[in-house]
């Protein structure tokens, strides 16, 4: 059975400071996704990363993904108000259709 | 536009009652799947679909159930409504090969009194 964990669960920041969520999963998977979901909204992808050693980054967020540990990390460089949301990691296994999800790390970026 | 089309955004029930959440997508992918969010516990698969005609349980799918008649349409049911169905439900969409991810819909908010 597939199981995505995340942490932190919950991160408060300052803005201008540099944070790392971790995601963890314990099967096999080349595929990792990040979304970011807004209060009362659906989910916005965010990142989608393919293959051992992928390397995405948009604006203040980059994300890695290690097939080999098992492990993704969402970057956050120079935190801002606007990036205040809850982060989501998934996984689908290499024959994919469904995701498993991590329980989401709810960021807050205080001023 | 182009994406994936979830109805009701809002919807409250009595215990017992039956209703159909429906979803639909424009972009002919093959996979298609249903979730629900509840607090603090992410989001869970309840079915699934790899095509038109194939549908299969997720992780939570005692008193839901699914056809997938069409590409374009997977219909979640809800036969006979408890109040630890209140949740939001979120379908879900992608091609094959899932090179930009998984598409979600806006979701449906579920409460059951």
Request: hydrophobic letters at 35%; aromatic letters at 10%; proline letters at 4%.
């Amino acid at each position: 059975e597939l199981k995505v964990e995340q942490n932190p669960l919950f991160l408060s920041m300052q803005e201008g400071k540099n944070y790392t969520i971790y995601c963890n999963y314990s099967t096999t998977s080349d595929r990792l996704y990040w979304y970011r979901q807004d209060p009362g909204k659906s989910l916005e992808s965010l990142f989608v990363l393919l293959s051992n050693g992928a390397v995405k980054q948009e604006g203040r967020l980059m994300a890695s993904l290690d097939t080999k540990a098992r492990l993704s990390t969402l970057h956050i460089t120079a935190a801002v108000h606007d990036l205040s949301a809850t982060y989501f990691c998934a996984v689908d296994l290499t024959s994919g259709s469904r995701l498993t999800f991590g329980e989401g790390t709810q960021l807050t970026v205080n001023p | 536009n182009a994406g994936v089309t979830q109805t009701p955004k809002f919807q409250v029930l009595k215990t017992g009652q039956s209703m159909t959440l429906q979803c639909a997508q424009d972009m002919n992918h093959e996979y298609m799947s249903w979730y629900r969010q509840d607090p603090g516990m992410g989001l869970r698969l309840i079915h699934y679909s790899v095509g038109a005609g194939i549908t299969d349980q997720g992780e939570v799918p005692n008193g839901y159930n699914v056809s997938r008649s069409t590409t374009e349409d997977f219909p979640l049911r809800l036969l006979s409504a408890a109040p630890s169905q209140t949740s939001v439900y979120f379908c879900a969409s992608s091609p094959v090969d899932r090179v930009r991810g998984y598409t979600f819909g806006s979701g449906t908010r579920l409460t059951v009194v």
